[in-house]
């Protein structure tokens, strides 16, 4: 196994090119085939290889020992998560869409996140618990939450949201290999968006560290999931009109990585915050946070923050208005930058 390669390190490894949904079936895939204890059990998940394929041809190659599809109960899904957990197996849990995910809230805040403390060590619970998340594939109600911030704040599990193939693959296999709980969401909007080279050999994203997309010197644009290429995008685009921005890519919402926000707000001076989720209990109001604890004295400018609305994601007329959107983006970045 190796750890997240280096540019030369890639150049020089097998790769092909996948979407972000091709490079998590192939994760487990790998995981399946490597770990005799691991299993995989969701709505779907088997015969029909998952709402979006995502677990396409894994029953067939696997078995549906494997690969097990469950009644239409996420409550009983992650309930028997945790009792396989703690007697040796290592469960993905698939929940269709986060929105989905309400009536397994007891079970993760009663039992995911606490059994490591309740049991003084003598337990742990190494489980992933995978679902599709956000709002721009013109889903019904209930179907495109960003409810990250929820389990962010409950110490005991990790929530990790890869925005590309590569980090999807290696960020998943991390997750696998965590001994405690790990949320794994995944921007539905990015599943087929683009491909990009993965390598081929088992590999892993560390969890907790950020990544830095792009290198720049006026602001910093720190974002997460389906947002990143919209941000990047915006940022090339004002690099044209002589505004560098540096973007972060959070990549794990929990635990946050600290140290890439500060070292970038401390050599840009500025900051913009953009997410999909509502603004009111946003993590990105950690985000600014951290900042003031850790930057405050270098800002040029109050913090930004562009996200959702403080509404459930509407239907299809509303939808792209609800999304931070690249108008919206341009005009907070510029309100820092010439503040």
Known sequence: MTTEMDQKTKSNVATKKLTLIQAINEGMDMVLERDENALILGEDVGKNGGVFRATDGLQEKHGPDRVIDTPLSESGIIGT????AVNGMKPIAEIQFMGFIYPAYDQIMTHVSRIRARTMGRFSVPLVIRAPFGAGVRAPEIHSDSAEALFTHMPGIKVVCPATPYDAKGLFIAAFEDPDPVLFMEPMHNYRSFREDVPTEYYTVEIGKGKKRI????????????????VEKVANQLKEKGI????????TLYPIDQDIIAESVKKTGRAVVIHEAPRTGGLGNDVVSIINDTAFLYLKAP??????????????????HYLPTPERMKKAIEKVVHF
């Open 81 to 84: 998560s945790v009792g396989l």
């Open 303 to 320: 913090v930004e923050r562009v996200t959702g609305f403080d509404v459930p994601v509407p239907f299809f007329s509303l939808e792209n």
């Open 215 to 230: 290198d720049g010197e006026d602001v910093t644009l720190i974002t997460w999931g389906a947002m990143v290429p919209l």
């Open 244 to 251: 560098s921005c540096e973007v972060i890519d959070l990549r």
